[in-house]
């Protein structure tokens, strides 16, 4: 479903935050308005009470400053006492509307004749009319409605200022406090994301709150019974290897024993395509056995470890078996290089088909360069340049280049299946780069990038 303000994309940290501070500010908005309401009436009724008393205190001073006056017409005008704005005016007339005494600013208000006694509200005018003696001396207080207006602005700018201020550290604070309160969630979920098929690790449940750690013991339980499955798998495949070793080893023996028995050539050539057939099919086995065992997982130690001393264990046994060893150039680090969670085994599997590879299809009267350096493991052999769109298909199983070397074209998908599920890549290069023929693995162990042009294998 596609939510408002792109909300179906977003994350929950983003959600929480968005939510609550839209909130916050609604919630002041009301509360600001409802302070401005109640705050508008309490002035009202402040005001209104001024006007009232000044009306009623002027009125027994007015009648009797009338009474002590000579009987005229004029208008006696209150002089100002001293410099000052005046709020509040009045203006004092009798029965006929003359006006009898009036404060020195009600020239300027002119305060409308026959107002209704008590509160009266004009379009610039609020007024308070209280008549005595009679309605022969009627008073009339009056206030300036914009002044009234502007206090009340006044005193709500004075409100709202401070919390408009405040809103930012608010937004701030909800902000952190959400960043805050989900980071067990956000590393709960990179943990999840890092397990993969070689990583089998359980998830580090401490630290995590309520809400999430029933989730992460769930995750842990699923994860233990995966690990269970694949290694049960996993010996399942180490003993089908030891059980198919065995009678092919037998029958290699018992085909050897023969060849020397039999009496004449002919037979004796028969007797050595069976020991031929033999050789492949133990072969064979064992690299179908090597790929089952690179797919099945497994393939991250559970402490880091460098990969020298495996690498120089596997150069040793290849340069016995394959009688190479003048033709291979080794560069280890002198410490065995940095430390990579690759599992030694599935390393030793990888490195050994690379080497074999280099040794086997590459140019046999030149050298074979093997390096082990910071982030990456390094084959390169001389020969003839294998054309793009092939390289592209040789991590397959059983796809074969051109080559005169026997094989079964398992030896690259083995590596490639090693490193997809270690999470590493696998680069294959022909020629090698500033050369003209050649052939290139590179293993890349930690994050540095892989070459354009290139053939990656994640
Ligand atoms: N270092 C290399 N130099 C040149 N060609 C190579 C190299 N490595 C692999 N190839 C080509 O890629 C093909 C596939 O290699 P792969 O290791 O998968 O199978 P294989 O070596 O033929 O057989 P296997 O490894 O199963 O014994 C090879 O047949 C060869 O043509
Ligand atoms: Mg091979």
Known sequence: MKLPFGFARSSLRRRLGVGLAAGMAVLWLAASTVAGLVLRREVDEVFDSALQEVAQRILPLAYAEVLARDADNTTQRMAPVGPHREYITYVVRDAQGRELLQSSDADRLKIPRDLPPGFHTTDRLRTYTEAAVQGTIIV??????????????RAMTALIWP???????????????????????????AAIESRGRGNLMPIATEGLPDEIAPMAASVNALIGRLRGTLEAERSFTANSAHELRTPIAAALAQTQRLISELPDDMRRDRARSVETALRRLSRLSEKLLQLAKAEGGGLLAETPAPLGPVLCHVIEEVSRQADCGDRLEVSI????????????DAFAVLARNLIENAVKHGDPDRSVTVRLADG?????????????????????PFERGQTAAEGSGLGLAIAAAICRGAGLVLELVSPIPGKADGFRATVHLGNDTVESGSVGQR
């Open 333 to 344: 680090p002198a410490d065995g290089g940095p430390p990579s969670d690759l599992d030694p």
């Open 163 to 189: 919390l408009a201020a405040l809103i930012p550290i608010a937004l701030l604070g909800v902000w952190a406090a959400v960043r805050l309160s989900l980071k067990p969630m956000v590393v709960f979920r």
């Open 140 to 153: 009339t207080t009056a206030e300036d409605l914009t002044h009234r207006r502007a206090a009340v602005m």
């Open 376 to 396: 990456l493991f390094e084959v390169s052999n001389h020969g003839g340049v294998v054309p793009a769109d092939r390289l592209a298909r040789l991590t397959r």
